[in-house]
């Protein structure tokens, strides 16, 4: 096993160690995540969350939560894509938040906290 190889497994039992830490309330509720696709060369994850998830009101800002602490938590990890099949997470519409004008930027704002 390569040196590269290696260390996409040690990036990848990362990912999966932070989806468990952070999913046990998710996972109480029926929800799932799956990574699709780790790109370590452009540090991109695709994950898809599933079960109660798909469909859940709340999942836009659980996938947001996603998105902020894992590229905070893991330094070789710039973007999330997270996608609930439902038209949400990164292939769909955004997330609107209370207190958002349509169109309007967050910044550096992280958005509502999910429920983690």
């Keep these: 096993m390569s040196t590269e ?5 040690d990036l990848e039992e990362r990912v ?7 999913f046990p309330q998710i996972q109480m509720h029926g929800g799932t995540a799956a990574i699709q696709n780790i ?3 452009n540090g991109v994850v695709d994950l898809q969350l ?3 998830c798909s469909g859940c009101g709340i999942s836009p800002m659980t996938i947001q939560a996603i998105k902020s602490r894992m590229t905070k938590e893991i330094p070789e990890i710039d973007t999330v894509h997270a996608d609930t099949g439902m038209g949400g ?3 769909g519409m955004s ?3 209370p207190g958002e ?11 509502p906290q999910a429920p983690f």
């Design 89 to 91: 997470g990164s292939s």
């Design 39 to 41: 790109d370590r060369e």
């Design 101 to 111: 004008e349509d169109g309007e930027e967050s910044g550096d704002d992280e958005g």
């Design 95 to 97: 997330p609107s938040f």
């Design 5 to 9: 190889s290696q260390d996409g497994s």
């Design 16 to 22: 999966n160690n932070f989806l468990r830490r952070n």
């Design 50 to 52: 599933g079960g109660a």
